[in-house]
């Protein structure tokens, strides 16, 4: 079952009450339904965190987690899986949406090589700043709405197959 999984794989509440970056929520987190797995909460959890890790935004975990209070998504799940982009798969995955984006526009992709430095950045918002934000904002979306799709169909099937396993028994 889903729940199960889940729970053995997110974060302890204790631990993100605690978080330093997330204590401007102050007693929003103290909430309990932030903290229940049930259909809903993870479904909304996926859609919040699949959403804001496709955001090229500093401080993702902390929109994620105010995001995740306004819609009554589960906060640790929402917040993890903002880590999808980490710096390991954040050139890559960007990388895509901006590849998505110039297909979207219809411009040609231009050569860049990434630079740690504001100059390069202000200069790279006007080439590719635009086919990027595009992709990021289509990607997010998109994964988003999917993640949400897959997770409730896959809840609902869970709980069917374990309801008609209880009735096999019973009979």
Same mark, same amino acid.
């Given at each position: 079952? =889903?729940?199960?999984?889940?729970?053995?794989?997110?974060?302890?509440?204790?631990? $993100?009450?605690?978080?330093?970056?997330?204590?401007?929520?102050? !007693?929003?987190? /103290?909430? @309990?339904?932030?903290? /229940?797995?049930?259909?809903?909460?993870?479904?909304?959890?996926? *859609?919040?965190?699949?959403?804001?890790?496709?955001?090229?935004?500093?401080?993702?975990?902390?929109? @994620?987690?105010?995001?995740?209070?306004?819609?009554?998504?589960?906060?640790?799940?929402?917040? *993890?899986?903002?880590? $999808?982009?980490? =710096?390991?798969?954040?050139?890559?995955?960007?990388?895509?949406? #901006?590849?998505?984006?110039?297909?979207?526009?219809?411009? =040609?992709?231009? /050569?860049? *090589?990434?630079? @740690? !430095?504001?100059?390069?950045?202000?200069?790279?918002? !006007?080439?590719? %700043?635009? @086919?990027?934000?595009? %992709?990021? %904002?289509?990607?997010?979306?998109?994964?988003?709405?999917?993640? #949400?799709?897959?997770?409730?169909?896959?809840?609902?099937?869970?709980? *069917?197959?374990?309801?008609?396993?209880?009735?096999?028994?019973?009979?």
């Amino acid at each position: 079952m =889903p729940k199960k999984l889940i729970k053995r794989l997110m974060p302890d509440h204790q631990t $993100i009450k605690n978080n330093k970056h997330l204590q401007i929520f102050g !007693s929003l987190l /103290h909430n @309990a339904n932030l903290w /229940h797995l049930n259909r809903r909460s993870v479904s909304k959890a996926f *859609a919040v965190g699949l959403f804001f890790a496709f955001m090229p935004v500093p401080f993702q975990m902390v929109l @994620a987690a105010g995001f995740a209070i306004i819609v009554h998504a589960n906060l640790p799940l929402s917040i *993890a899986l903002v880590w $999808i982009t980490n =710096p390991l798969t954040m050139p890559a995955i960007f990388y895509f949406c #901006y590849l998505v984006g110039t297909w979207v526009i219809g411009v =040609p992709t231009k /050569h860049f *090589a990434f630079e @740690a !430095s504001w100059q390069w950045l202000v200069e790279s918002i !006007s080439t590719i %700043g635009p @086919a990027f934000i595009l %992709g990021c %904002g289509l990607l997010a979306t998109l994964f988003s709405v999917l993640g #949400y799709l897959t997770i409730n169909i896959f809840w609902r099937y869970s709980v *069917a197959k374990e309801w008609k396993k209880r009735q096999t028994k019973r009979d």
